[in-house]
């Protein structure tokens, strides 16, 4: 109570004090106070402390230290908070400066204190400071974002007091920076630069009113460096061996490998000298992989290193051969993979590489190796290559065809064996031949001798048969094409069964042969040979002839037998009786017989009487006068008699005189002589073989290009009324020319058609072989072209299975350079024409020529081929391209006329680019109607070009003045006069229905179609 009643008289005081110290110095209110107002002295209130310092500071206390007021122990301490608070008492008692601390307390807190010093009853006035507690730790630092040199921290604040700040250092003291507590959300700090891979130990201090924490320690580390370069040191199928080198040579530095899609491979340390090598397995062949490769420095990771490696790809398992020439091997495999990415290498083992194809396209993969030579074994490895990997190789050989066998000869033939002799193809020892024959029953295989020429005896064959052949060069169990040839063995004639006559010889023969001769050693006759059987007629009587069977077997005639035969000798005719020796003899007399005979026999009464030589009178003794006798008379030639002629004579005076037959022998001479000629030469009968026809074309003018549409029009109407009238007027043109070369009976059977012959005088002759007059025929007349050239086409029927190597022949002899072609091989089920070239790249032999297709492109309409035709007779080799046209129906004409425009514009070029070397050959398969549209149309076409006129009618008059039915329908004949129209207007739309429409017959010449229409015929 004193204490306050004390407390309010000092604050009483100094109220008066504090009232007049404004304008009165303290001495001077003092002495007035003093002067006007006695009071009893009081004790002033003690001193404050003049500085507290903070010597202790954590998160819930801080201990405060101050120097004492006085000395006096009696001095106290009172601390408060600034609203008046007490927090403790504390002594001044004890040596040295006060200590005082201030707990429990919140962390990172200001607090206002005032602190009092107490005497007694008195209290300073206080003094007044503020602190603050240690501010907590940031609790937890993490990475939101690391590179190579710099690494971003987060964390949450510790306070949303945005004073807080954040002071973050290295471990051993060194300021990175600072950064406020400001904005929403946790804090970000990124840290740079900073060197790659590193562990970095840092301390994060909060900082409250300059006051920081304790300090958050931590370290993280920079991303680590990527692998700069990833090499494949080795690989196969199912593995990759992978190598780089390290990023650092700390060995705690560690590499993981993984797929793009994050999938881990594996991991490995970069302990150990050198590079790092890594062996990623089990894997799939030929497949590409990708791959991301990290650096891991104390659980980071770098970026990675992306890169794609690939499996060995799987060999092909196998390879065949779908094709062989001599030059070429066409190689077959399946694909190892479906992935079009895939590509193939071929190589000889020695490692040349042979050539690329890829796996591309549908089905098995081929590859054609060419420019190699015949009949050697080649070496190859084929790799499979994905990703520009190749396969370990599949290693294989192969061999080109050798050659084949050139030239067969055949020698001692027998009936049942004979020899064949040919010209080794090879020094090669390896070499051997394949024989086969009878329909391959019999197969025969030889070794190659060191012998230039090859002998080969056939035996046990059947006498007279014909055998063919198939010989086979053989290499490493590889053939050569076929050389194909014929041989027979021999007839023993003598075993035949005979019928001669004095004029004729015949038997049946059993054995092969196609013709035969008989000669008496002046004259040869021709035998008519057909079913077995031979037949020699026009024989001289009782004259000895040799009669030889041939066989033509490879263009060669072979004789098959040889046999001597005495014909029956002549009749006696003229026999004449006369008296002699007064009745007891007999002269007898007869005409010299038109033959030859060694004898004349007379039988008379049981009695022989022999006139050897050539007379032809004797006399016959020992008769009875007056007395008829009966006299057989015959005539002999070696082991042949005549028939009998018999003869009564009287030995008296009237006996009769045998009467003269000489003009009837005359006239049998002259018989025989006409006879023999026909069947020789029939041909030598005709004056003239060969009559042009001098029928006019006169009536068939020119239309000039600017008024044919005109004309066109006026023909087409009333159903082609004028084209029909025209073409009427053509069906007798050149009928009455003739054609004896074709009619011959052994060119019969060479022609297609019966009425679709060559006339004589344009028909194309062959050369002659073997002096047969007959070899030198084929259906095909020269046919003429634009101007003055009369020979510059050849049409020609199609090749009969008979006629192909004559079709051949011709397109060689003539230096033919073209053959247009304007039928397919078989149409409506019918064969048209017999296929004359190869069936695949092979070459084929057609007598001398051997044919190869050289190239072949294959278009709608159209094919066109190169053959390679060579003449083995002269080592010549050719080049013939061949026109194949394929949409023409047979009588008809094709849809339209800009493929056939087209079509001929082929032809021309290469005509006029050939120059005048040969005919080009145009055959459909009569070689008329089809053949003679085109060429028509290329002569008109021409025409029009150069002098602006059309001269179609003119030109197929001329035409059938050549070949017989040249044009052979009407539709083909409006059909030529719309490919015009079309022409002067290339851009005027074909009509949907054409004037030609194709009908199955269209014959308006019927005269001179008839027989076609009889036989069906077939263009």
């Known amino acids: 109570m004193y204490f306050v009643k004390s407390f309010l008289l000092c604050l009483s005081v100094a109220q008066v004090w504090c009232a007049t110290s404004t304008n009165t110095p303290p001495t001077q209110m003092s002495t007035t106070a003093i002067r006007t107002t006695p009071a009893p002295t009081t004790p002033s209130p003690p001193l404050d402390v003049q500085n507290v310092s903070v010597v202790g500071r954590k ?43 201030v707990s429990p307390l919140s962390p990172g807190t200001q607090y206002d204190f005032t602190l009092f010093t107490v005497s007694g009853n008195l209290m300073s006035s206080g003094y007044n400071f503020s602190e603050v507690t240690t501010p907590l ?112 040579s700390d060995p705690t530095y560690n590499y993981t490998l993984k797929y793009r899609n994050g999938t881990v491979v594996g991991s490995t340390t970069g302990q150990g000298a050198g590079a790092v090598h890594y062996t990623v397995s ?78 591309q396209g549908a089905g098995a993969v081929h590859y054609t190796v060419s420019l190699l030579s015949p009949g050697t074994q080649y070496d190859f490895t084929l790799f499979t290559v994905f990703e520009g990997v190749q396969s370990s190789g599949h290693n294989f050989f192969q061999v080109t065809r050798p050659h ?81 040839f014929a041989a027979a063995t021999t007839i023993n004639c003598a075993n035949s069964n005979w019928i001669i006559t004095n004029t004729t010889v015949e038997a049946e023969i059993h054995g092969a042969f196609s013709t035969a001769t ?19 007629t026009g024989l001289y009587p009782g004259s000895s002839y040799n009669v030889s069977l041939f066989l033509l077997l490879n263009s060669r005639n072979f004789t098959q037998c040889g046999h001597t035969l005495t014909l029956v000798p002549p009749l006696v005719t003229g026999l004449k009786c006369d008296y002699a020796s007064g009745g007891y003899s007999l002269s007898l007399s007869w005409a010299a017989p038109q033959g030859v ?68 022998l005359l006239l049998a001479f002259v018989a025989f002589l006409v006879v023999f000629i026909l069947r020789r030469k029939p041909e030598l009968l005709s004056p003239k073989l060969f009559v042009e026809s001098k029928i006019s074309s006169d009536n068939f003018k020119p239309i000039p290009a600017g008024k044919f549409e005109a004309h066109f029009n006026e023909m087409s109407c009333d159903q082609n009324r004028g084209f029909g009238e025209e073409y009427e007027d053509l069906s007798t043109v050149g009928t009455e020319q003739t054609r004896k070369a074709a009619e011959i009976p052994q060119n019969r059977d060479k022609n297609r058609f019966i009425n679709v012959l060559p006339y004589d005088w344009s028909r194309v002759k062959l050369t002659t072989i073997n002096d047969d007059y007959t070899s030198d025929y084929i259906n095909a007349n020269y046919m003429p072209g634009y101007g003055n050239n009369a020979r510059q086409y050849i049409a020609a029927q199609g090749p009969l299975p008979s006629t192909v190597n004559d079709f051949w022949r011709m397109i060689w002899e003539q230096r033919v350079q073209g053959v247009v072609m304007l039928t397919n091989c078989i149409e409506s089920g019918k064969v048209k024409c017999e296929q004359y070239w190869p069936l695949d790249y092979s070459p084929c032999t057609y007598g001398d020529v051997s044919v ?111 070949r017989p039915l040249m044009v052979q329908t009407e539709c083909q004949y409006v059909f030529l006069h719309q490919c015009i129209m079309d022409s002067l207007k290339p851009k005027q739309k074909i009509p949907e229905q054409p004037l030609y429409e194709n009908v199955d017959m269209m014959y308006v010449n019927a005269v001179a179609l008839k027989e076609f229409q009889a036989e069906n015929g077939q263009t």
Not at 312 to 317: E, G, N, S
């Open 59 to 101: 998160e819930t206390a801080i201990t405060l230290q101050w120097e004492k007021v006085s000395s006096d122990p009696t001095y106290n301490y009172t601390l408060k908070y600034r609203n008046g608070t007490v927090i403790g008492s504390i002594t001044g008692q004890g040596a040295g400066a006060v200590h005082y601390t």
């Open 137 to 248: 730790d940031v609790q937890n630092v993490s990475v939101v974002g690391r590179n190579e040199t710099a690494i971003t921290l987060q964390w949450e604040k510790v306070s949303s007091d945005p004073t807080y700040n954040y002071t973050l250092k290295y471990r051993n003291g060194t300021v990175i920076g600072s950064t406020t507590g400001q904005g929403d959300g946790p804090v970000h700090y990124t840290v740079s630069p900073l060197s790659p891979g590193t562990q970095y130990d840092f301390t994060l201090f909060t900082v409250f009113e300059g006051v920081q924490s304790s300090g958050h320690n931590f370290s993280e580390v920079t991303t680590p460096l990527d692998v700069q370069n990833v090499r494949v040191v080795g690989r196969n199928e199912t593995a990759i061996t992978l190598q780089w080198e390290k990023v650092s």
């Open 282 to 359: 089990p894997l799939s062949p030929g497949t590409q992989y990708d791959f991301t490769l990290f650096t891991v420095f104390e659980g980071v990771q770098s970026s990675g290193h992306n890169f794609s490696q690939v499996t060995t790809p799987l060999d092909v398992q196998n390879v065949r051969v779908v094709g062989r020439n001599e030059t070429a091997i066409t190689l077959q495999w399946e694909k190892v993979s479906s992935d079009p990415t895939y590509n193939y290498t071929l190589k000889y083992r020695n490692g040349t590489v042979v050539g690329s194809t890829t796996g």
């Open 404 to 484: 084949r066998v050139r030239d067969v000869e055949v020698e001692d033939r027998s009936e049942t064996k004979f020899t064949l002799q040919w010209p080794r193809v090879s020094n090669n020892p390896s070499y051997k031949y394949r024989l086969t024959y009878s329909n391959r029953t019999h197969i025969a295989n030889i070794s190659e001798t060191m012998d230039v020429q090859v002998k080969y005896t056939v035996s046990e064959l059947s006498p007279g048969t014909k055998y063919d052949f198939m010989l086979f060069t053989v290499f490493e169990g590889v053939e050569s094409t076929n050389q194909n």
């Open 518 to 536: 008989a000669t008496n050693g002046t004259k040869v006759v021709d035998g008519t040979v057909g079913s077995s059987k031979v037949l020699f």
């Open 597 to 664: 005979w060694t004898q004349v026999e007379i039988q008379v009464s049981d009695q022989s009487h022999n006139v050897t030589g050539t007379q032809t009178h004797t006399i016959i003794n020992g008769l009875q006068p007056a007395h008829t006798y009966h006299l057989t008379v015959n005539s002999v030639s070696g082991n042949q008699r005549s028939g009998p002629v018999e003869k009564s004579c009287l030995t008296d005076p009237k006996g009769v005189i045998a009467g003269s037959v000489m003009a009837v």
């Open 852 to 962: 190869r297709i050289s190239s072949e492109q294959k278009e709608s309409n159209w094919t066109l081929r190169e053959f390679e035709v060579t003449n083995r007779a002269v080592s010549e080799v050719r080049l013939v391209k061949h026109f194949h046209f394929t949409a023409w129906p047979d009588h008809g004409v094709p849809d339209g006329t800009s493929a056939l425009i087209q079509f001929r514009g082929l032809v021309r070029n290469h005509i006029e680019s050939c120059g005048s070397v040969g005919p080009t050959v145009v055959h459909c398969s009569a070689g008329v109607g089809r053949t003679g549209t085109l060429i028509a149309l290329d002569v008109t076409l021409q025409q029009l070009e150069k002098e602006r006129v059309v001269g179609l009618a003119a030109f197929v008059h001329k035409m059938r003045l050549n």
